[in-house]
Nanobody, 121 residues
Framework: QVHLVESGGGLVQAGGSLRLSCAAS????????MGWFRQAPGKEREFVIS????????YYADSVKGRFTISRDNAKNTVYLQMNSLKPEDTAVYYC??????????????WGQGTQVTVSS
């Protein structure tokens, strides 16, 4: 059974930073693209960022370019989301997800339970 467990969310002031982690189990981690999505209250879930199998390819939503970075440690079955220069509009529940190939859509195979990120102004 596949499990994705996010951690690292919390409350931060605008301009601050947070690092989210997502630990995966039950799948061959190095064969999956890993993505981060977010969902703010009253809004649809949206793509944030993703990373390829070996970390050599990354994809970003325009809203986070230059501020967020993604990395992965295949030895630890973990993907990370480093969020800098946070803005109040980044407030959302952040989800990690796994899929065999890249897509900007939310058509991912596996999802975590989400972690709340709140950015105060």
């Amino acid at each position: 059974q596949v499990h994705l467990v996010e951690s690292g969310g919390g409350l931060v002031q605008a301009g601050g930073s947070l690092r989210l982690s997502c630990a995966a189990s039950g799948l061959t981690f190095s064969t999956y693209f890993m993505g981060w999505f977010r969902q703010a209250p009253g809004k649809e879930r949206e793509f944030v960022i993703s990373i390829g199998w070996s970390g050599g390819s990354t994809y970003y939503a325009d809203s986070v370019k230059g501020r967020f970075t993604i990395s992965r440690d295949n030895a630890k079955n973990t993907v990370y989301l480093q969020m800098n220069s946070l803005k109040p509009e980044d407030t959302a529940v952040y989800y990690c997800a796994a899929r065999k190939r890249h897509t900007y859509s939310s058509d991912y195979d596996y999802w975590g339970q989400g972690t709340q990120v709140t950015v105060s102004s």
